[in-house]
């Protein structure tokens, strides 16, 4: 499986540890380093839907003042292909194809216990 997100990122960084605590294997994806294009974003809104990927809580949403455009579902997908650190984070890609955004304890130890 992959994970993306970032190194700094506290929830990507509780999600890697869980990974690491329960043996499991992965391949991590720094958007800072290998930034994700449409193609992939395209994929995974087609699985969990715009508003689950889009990360409207970020420092990256603030920063860029992103509230004040009150952007629709084509807005959001926009700036999602030209600013990754707009993605809810981590979003892993399971094996299966299924894709899972973000990081729930509860969430993880169904899926992966």
Same mark, same amino acid.
């Given at each position: 499986?992959?994970?993306?997100?970032?190194?700094?990122?506290?929830?990507?960084?509780?999600?890697?540890?869980?990974?690491?605590? %329960?043996?499991?294997?992965?391949?991590?994806?720094?958007?800072?380093?290998?930034?994700?294009?449409?193609?992939?974003?395209?994929?995974?809104?087609? +699985?969990?839907?715009?508003?689950?990927?889009? %990360? %409207?809580?970020?420092?990256?949403?603030?920063?860029?003042?992103? +509230?004040?455009?009150?952007?629709?579902? %084509?807005?959001?997908?926009?700036?999602?292909?030209?600013?990754?650190?707009?993605?809810?984070?981590?979003?892993?890609?399971?094996?299966?194809?299924?894709?899972?955004?973000?990081?729930?304890?509860?969430?993880?130890?169904?899926?992966?216990?």
């Amino acid at each position: 499986m992959k994970v993306y997100g970032i190194k700094t990122c506290g929830s990507v960084k509780k999600a890697l540890k869980f990974f690491k605590d %329960n043996n499991i294997e992965y391949e991590f994806v720094d958007f800072k380093k290998t930034p994700v294009g449409c193609d992939k974003i395209d994929e995974w809104i087609s +699985k969990v839907g715009v508003d689950v990927l889009f %990360n %409207n809580r970020g420092t990256k949403y603030r920063q860029l003042k992103l +509230k004040e455009l009150n952007l629709d579902e %084509n807005g959001k997908r926009e700036w999602l292909c030209k600013e990754n650190l707009l993605i809810k984070r981590p979003v892993i890609e399971l094996d299966d194809g299924r894709v899972i955004v973000g990081f729930d304890e509860e969430k993880y130890k169904e899926i992966f216990g």
